[in-house]
């Protein structure tokens, strides 16, 4: 059973920020990976078996937003903007891959992005606003596959010819639903299962690709990516088949992407990293078995809780959020620096 207590971790001696996990009930046991919080009050939740979950109260309750149909469907990945709009994307072969959209609370959800395409495998998404997003799935024949959407609506597929040549089989891995960033109006960032990472300034539009020192392997590479600007941001990853080994399993850039640096002190595979305050505070990491707090942009880090999530999320400009994983679990996780 879940407990309702909040228990704090001191992330390093005692002026330094401590991170308090207070378990929540969401009255479901379907493997939470998508989470998107909206505000302190308001926050979405997706998963295995059509889950679609949304709170307007802080997480005191979460209720079910379903869409009819889809009870089949794992929802890996949810963005939203209010109480009221939100994108949410499934994963798998062919058919399996979907965006919907609501603008009404989750009453009623369109298809936006129905994939006919057997090759296909949609991974996850991001947005720079209500109606700009852009959303990536696994290489086909050679070939990266993204789309855009410019006006809340249809998506489009980006011509190939625009991006860099894929390796065999690279792709995400669609564990949190934030291999996946965006900054600003334009700049967006995509980690991959090379240990690679793709970026364009101009929404889209044009496209290159660096490599970092995470280490790759068929269960290993970049599971998450988070900037906090234009030029600063970080790769976290590892082996999820080996949650407790720590080989070259986070990086940091200090320029946009274009070249990234090892950092350390990350003591397993971590499934998602997540900027608090808007970037203005410290960056977590979690994974199924714990969390860490970087107080220097990721380059080392220090013990933050020992429950384990697969995915994170914190409020705009906010110190508190929410982390969900296996079971339906969810808790609200404050930063008190």
């Known amino acids: 059973m879940l407990c309702a207590a909040a228990v704090a971790f001191a992330a390093r001696p005692s002026a330094a920020p401590r991170v308090a996990w207070q378990a929540q009930d969401s009255r479901v046991t379907a493997r939470l990976r998508g989470l998107s919080a909206v505000s302190t009050a308001v926050a979405w939740a997706s998963g295995a078996n059509g889950t679609i979950l949304r709170t ?57 992005l129905a994939n006919f395409d057997p090759k296909l495998f949609l991974d996850s998404m991001a947005f720079w606003d209500a109606d700009r997003g852009v959303a990536f799935s696994d290489s086909t024949d050679g070939k990266f596959v993204i789309f855009t959407t410019r006006g809340g609506g249809q998506w489009n597929r980006v011509d190939a010819g625009r991006l860099p040549a894929a390796l065999d089989g690279e792709g995400a891995f669609a564990a949190s639903g934030t291999n996946v960033a965006v900054s600003g109006r334009q700049r967006v960032w995509i980690g991959t299962t090379a240990g690679r990472v793709l970026r364009s300034s101009d929404a889209g539009k044009t496209w290159t690709i660096s490599t970092t020192p995470i280490r790759t392997d068929t269960s290993a590479g970049i599971f998450s990516i ?69 107080l220097d942009g990721g380059r080392t880090w220090t013990p933050a809780g020992t429950e384990g999530y697969d995915t994170a999320a914190f409020a705009p400009g906010a110190s508190t959020g929410w982390a969900a994983g296996d079971k339906g679990r969810i808790a609200k996780v404050t930063i008190h620096e």
């Open 226 to 294: 988070a900037f906090r600007n234009a030029s600063n941001g970080i790769v976290v990853g590892g082996d999820f088949n080996k949650a407790g080994e720590a080989i070259d399993n986070v990086a940091v850039t200090g320029n946009g992407g274009a070249t990234w640096s090892l950092g350390k002190g990350l003591p397993g595979y971590r499934s998602v990293v997540a900027w608090s305050r808007g970037g203005r505070g410290p960056a977590v990491a979690v994974g199924p078995s714990g969390a860490d707090l970087s």
């Open 56 to 112: 307007v109260d802080g997480g005191d309750t979460w209720k079910p937003r379903p869409i009819s149909g889809t009870e089949k469907l794992d929802f890996r990945d949810i963005d939203a903007f209010s109480d009221r709009l939100a994108y949410v994307l499934s994963i798998g072969p062919g058919e399996a891959s979907r965006i919907y959209k609501t603008t009404d609370g989750g009453e009623h959800w369109d298809l936006q």
